[in-house]
């Protein structure tokens, strides 16, 4: 194809170009000739008998007239050898030496080229067909037969019969979209009588190329399109089948449960007619057991009876006879041993209501089961995945993390109103193991079948169209999780069905008090679970802060006679909604209403300077702990003093406790921070509820290798969290009591703790679901910081 580049020496002002593109014709009987047609038999090459072959000397020849020409030429070879055979025929060992060389000569056959003439040795395995095709050649037919088509070639007509330009080949702008006569129409050019034709937004370069070339391209084009459209049509067709298959499969699955579970059904009404047939033949054989042995009775006495009588002729006097008459009578007026009557009856009954039971079946068996479908379109669900602060999502480890929604839509684009779709999670990762790569690529040509979710992923079925997905995975590192419905894929993100994360170890707080007046010195916190209200003790400012769980301002609580002097080191809530709260300059436990109001206030003489409190809500105790790490246990009801733990362990380290250095766990074990520790090692002391010692926890941390005390304690169900210092931060342990061992760290790389004090857990439910079976809880930590005088909000698990 040669391009050819003109300018328009027009009048024009605008400096448009035309571009014409001129094509080279072959004749289709000229290029059959010259290219695809053997130069020995000039038929023209074919894929079987005329299949083209390649030689040595570059020379095309086809199959079959190779085959004629090496036959040909061994027959002459042979021929040869037989002549000259004939005058030596009576030398024995010449004739063996001449089949030997005829042997060789058949092993090394050869002919000449018919063009070049040079010698072609032919292959000893296969002969002629072993030679290699003509690549070339083949690739030519393959285009003539895809590509070969008669071309009508259009020729201008807008000149009439007698136009000089009848036969003109008209020409078509791919830029303008026009089809035109370049003897009639100046194309982009105003010319005088001549017609004008322009594009839309002319262009700076116009491509102009024959009508011809034009339909050929296009129906190329078209074709491409249409061969695309069949390959879409014909994928569809295949999941149309797929979806055909697993239709069948599904309706034998139904059948098969519904004929065990009617089976089962009938098994039991079996079970139970047999039961009811052993108790009538139970019943009968009993009666016929009694009846047949006063039937032996009878038989006897009959016995009896005929014996005594049948030698009468025998006797020859009156008096004996009538004694036997005398004893007859005595028989039959005296009674028999309950012989004359049957000593049981025949009547046996089966009591069955029936009205009863049947309705009873009738309405169960009307209830049991019902057949479920679904009209949702898993190319239509919606799968809105969790924010992200970049490309990857990032989710803490061991946090119960919800990481997106799914949404079932019907075929019509409607949403789904109703649950109960099978919904299929598979988790892949982390993906820097090369296993879990391959896994992963051989799972995105998979079809997927199974209703299942693997460990640490949850779906959640809302039964209203929705579905949560959460996550709880324990090892760090690159997870992608794949969605499907129905065995279909979904497409998120313009990935289908893949959710890209990652799982890390730093837990950053899902957010800070920022809103609300500054608070000076938040010393202590507790939380109240009913109202969701979080009291924090402002010790800087005499008063008592009310926030909600997420954090946001409600009120203060102000006037507060007890916290006068800046001097509030501790606070608790009591079962009866009350606050309790400590003062170490005064050395008084006060309690007080949730308005400020002083309730009661007491003191004890071996409370030393006290620094917080912890309450039992299951016994109603007040725990204080003062200054010398001793714990003292009080009635809250009447302020009495109950018990005094003596913590031996501490040894006067009391500096290393900013905050609540005591918990309470989940049996009202108390739980103390013991002053024992070595290189990574920390204890932890557990008291009864009596203030009795029954064991400690020692905690081993791997990575940091310090000998500092937690300061700070708090728990949550099984849960015990303690702040320590790392480096020049804090971080916060979560520590299982039942095993006794370091689940987790709480740490963040972007938002460090300076000095926390008051620390409180609690647990929420998260998703509103109809089956208890699927309520999920997370934990909440909340934490007070008194050097940056700010409190934050952690999920920990």
């Avoid at 009856?345 to 029936?354: E, K, M, P, S, T």
């Avoid at 109960?420 to 998979?446: F, R, Y």
């Avoid at 501490?650 to 108390?670: L, W």
């Avoid at 439910?765 to 997370?778: E, K």
């Amino acid at each position: 194809m040669v391009t050819v580049n003109s300018n328009n020496n027009s009048s024009s002002s605008t400096s448009n170009s035309t571009q014409l593109v001129e094509t080279v014709s072959i004749d289709y009987d000229d290029f059959n000739d010259a290219f695809l047609t053997c130069a020995t038999c000039l038929c023209v090459y074919d894929g079987v008998e005329r299949a083209p072959k390649l030689l040595p000397c570059s020379h095309t020849v086809c199959v079959h007239c190779l085959t004629r020409i090496a036959a040909a030429a061994n027959n002459r070879r042979t021929t040869q050898d037989l002549n000259n055979g004939r005058g030596s025929s009576s030398n024995t060992i010449q004739s063996q030496q001449q089949q030997e060389s005829q042997t060789a000569q058949q092993q090394r056959q050869t002919f000449r080229c018919p063009i070049c003439r040079e010698l072609i040795v032919v292959p000893q395995n296969g002969g002629v067909t072993a030679l290699p095709p003509s690549f070339l050649v083949n690739q030519l037919l393959d285009l003539i037969s895809t590509h070969r088509r008669r071309t009508l070639i259009p020729t201008c007509c807008g000149g009439g019969v007698l136009s000089s330009h009848i036969n003109q080949e008209l020409l078509y702008c791919e830029t303008c979209d026009q089809v035109f006569c370049s003897v009639c129409t100046k194309h982009e050019t105003a010319v005088a009588g001549g017609t004008l034709i322009s594009s839309k937004s002319p262009p700076l370069v116009h491509t102009i190329i024959p009508v011809s070339v034009a339909m050929k391209r296009t129906s190329e084009i078209m074709l491409y399109k249409a061969n695309e459209c069949v390959s879409k049509l014909n994928y569809s067709r295949d999941g149309v089948c797929a979806e055909l298959e697993r239709l069948d499969t599904a309706r034998n699955e139904c059948l098969s449960t519904l004929d065990d579970t009617f089976n089962d059904l009938m098994n039991i009404i079996e079970v139970r007619k047999q039961q009811l047939q052993q108790q009538i033949h139970k019943a009968c054989d009993a009666k016929n057991k009694i009846l047949s042995q006063q039937l032996s009775a009878i038989d006897i006495e009959k016995t009896k009876v005929m014996d005594e009588c049948g030698n009468v002729n025998q006797l020859l006097d009156v008096q004996s006879i009538n004694q036997r008459i005398q004893i007859l009578n005595d028989r039959l007026q005296k009674p028999t041993g309950g012989i004359e009557e049957p000593r049981e009856n025949a009547f046996i009954a089966l009591d069955l209501d029936l009205t009863a039971i049947k309705n009873v079946v009738n309405n169960t068996i009307g209830q049991m089961g019902c057949v479920r479908t679904t009209t949702t379109c898993p190319g239509n669900c919606i799968l809105n995945v969790a924010e992200s602060n970049g490309d990857n999502l990032l989710i803490p480890r061991l946090v119960n993390t919800q990481v997106a929604t799914l949404t079932a839509v019907d075929y019509d684009g409607n949403r789904r109103n109703l649950g109960g779709d099978p919904v299929t999670i598979k988790l892949i990762g982390p993906l820097d193991d090369p296993q879990q790569e391959m896994a992963l690529n051989n799972l995105l040509h998979q079809h997927q079948d199974n209703n299942t979710s693997d460990n640490g992923v949850r779906i959640i079925d809302h039964k209203n169209g929705q579905y949560t997905i959460r996550l709880h995975l324990s090892n760090c590192g690159r997870y992608k999780l794949l969605v499907y419905v129905l065995g279909r894929p979904v497409a998120c993100n313009g990935n289908t069905g893949h959710i890209d994360f990652s799982i890390i170890k730093s837990i950053d707080p899902i957010c800070q008090y920022s809103r609300g007046p500054p608070m000076q010195q938040p010393v202590a916190i507790a939380v109240d679970h009913h109202s969701a209200k979080v009291y924090v003790l402002d010790t800087g400012n005499c008063r008592i802060r009310v926030l909600d769980t997420n954090l946001n301002y409600i009120c203060d609580v102000q006037n507060i006679e007890a916290m006068r002097g800046r001097s509030s080191t501790g606070i608790g809530l009591l079962s009866d909604d009350t606050l309790v709260t400590v003062n170490w300059r005064t050395n008084t436990v006060t309690q007080m209403t949730l308005d400020g109001e002083t309730v009661k206030s007491w003191t004890h003489s071996s409370m030393i300077e006290p620094m917080c409190v912890v309450v039992d809500r299951i016994y109603d105790h007040v725990l204080i702990g003062d200054s010398s790490c001793n714990i003292h246990a009080f009635k809250a009801a009447t302020g009495q003093h109950l018990f005094t733990i003596n913590n031996k362990k501490s040894n006067g380290k009391s500096a290393e406790c900013v905050g609540t250095f005591m918990a309470i766990g989940p049996h009202s074990q108390i739980i103390v921070i013991s002053g024992i520790t070595t290189t990574g090692c920390r204890c932890l002391d557990i008291y009864s509820c009596k203030g009795t010692y029954e064991r400690s926890i020692t905690v081993m941390t791997t990575t940091d290798k310090s000998s500092h005390l937690y300061s700070s304690l708090t728990t949550c169900n099984n849960f015990i969290l303690a702040t320590r210092r790392h480096y020049n931060s804090y971080v916060i342990d979560l520590i299982d009591m039942e095993t006794e061992k370091l689940v987790n760290t709480i740490d963040s790389n972007g938002c460090k703790l300076r000095r926390p004090a008051g620390m409180v857990a609690f647990s929420e439910l998260q998703d509103s679901v109809i089956d208890d079976s699927q309520q999920c809880s997370s934990y909440y930590l909340l934490v007070t910081d008194v050097a940056a005088d700010n409190i934050k909000k952690y999920r920990f698990f």
